[in-house]
């Protein structure tokens, strides 16, 4: 099973940009719990007193970014009772919750679809660059599941009241150049010059002093105690939907379509 791949690239005048890529294409890069595990290992070695990294950008491997967490995870954790859902939930989170912390500048590099908690795996970054392929999807209720990881606090800072209302409620998909209309992304690039416009970007900060960028970014951060709070709420929520009849039968549809 795919996890993440590093590469670590120095740029011009000093400082490195580590670029992340999620790599189980076949899988169109799932959060799996190996996925999350690899993710936060490669941020404590991002930020360890001796990396060297500056900024880090994120992106997928083949035709999409990131399709969410893990049916199976998700399916198994339903089958628990609330405590156990809660901590499931939790587990996942980490995966999008460990970027949205890091101390270091962070650039999505948005290819094809970002669906679920990949959606917020892209929210959790400071900027965005979207592929003309990419497409941003909540998804959360056609799975009949309640949106988590603090998901529509961080949709509304990112696109408004009304935007976020349509994208979770009404089911509607962003693509790149609304996308970039109602600033969810920064700019919108060709396919084939995504990573490269995003490192070139990333490196403006990677040559920077990284101590005084860090103490920049934490002035920059949104109060961390309300994505806190939205996290906290959203989780109970999440495990009461993970516990009803509409989830399991969504469940079992969704996973026959993709075995067709």
């Known amino acids: 099973m795919g996890t993440i791949t590093v590469e670590r690239r120095e740029v011009e005048e000093g400082g490195v940009v580590a670029v992340v890529t999620l790599d189980d294409a076949e899988r169109r890069n799932t959060l799996s719990a190996a996925m999350v595990q690899a993710l936060i290992d490669a941020f404590d070695d991002f930020e360890s007193d001796g990396s060297g990294v500056g900024a880090v950008v994120l992106t997928g491997a083949g035709r999409g970014f ?3 967490a893990d049916l199976g995870d998700l399916g198994a954790h339903g089958e628990a009772d609330a405590a156990e ?7 996942i989170y980490e995966g999008f919750l460990r970027v949205a912390r890091s101390s270091l500048p962070t650039v999505a590099a948005v290819n094809g679809a970002a669906v679920g908690a990949g959606m917020n795996l892209v929210l959790c970054c400071d900027v965005r660059f979207a592929a003309r392929s990419s497409r941003f999807d909540t998804r959360f209720l056609q799975l ?3 949106p988590g990881g603090g998901h529509m606090w961080m949709l509304q800072r990112a696109v408004g009241p009304q935007a976020a209302a349509a994208m979770v409620l009404f089911s509607h998909i962003l693509g790149p150049d609304e996308a970039l209309r109602l600033g969810l992304v920064f700019e919108v ?3 084939d010059a995504l990573v490269e416009r995003a ?3 990333a490196a403006s900060a990677a040559r920077n002093p990284r101590p005084l960028v860090q103490q920049v970014k934490r002035e920059l951060m949104l109060p961390p105690h309300e994505h806190a709070a939205a996290v906290n709420r959203e989780v109970k929520a999440q495990a009461w939907s993970m516990g009803q009849p509409f989830f399991a039968e969504r469940l079992a549809q969704l996973r026959q379509r993709l075995r067709k």
Not at 85 to 91: F, T
Request: net charge negative.
């Open 199 to 201: 490192v070139a970007f």
């Open 85 to 91: 859902r809660e901590a499931g939930l939790r587990a």
């Open 66 to 68: 990131c399709a969410g």
């Open 144 to 146: 009949g599941i309640h």
């Open 189 to 191: 690039v060709d396919d």
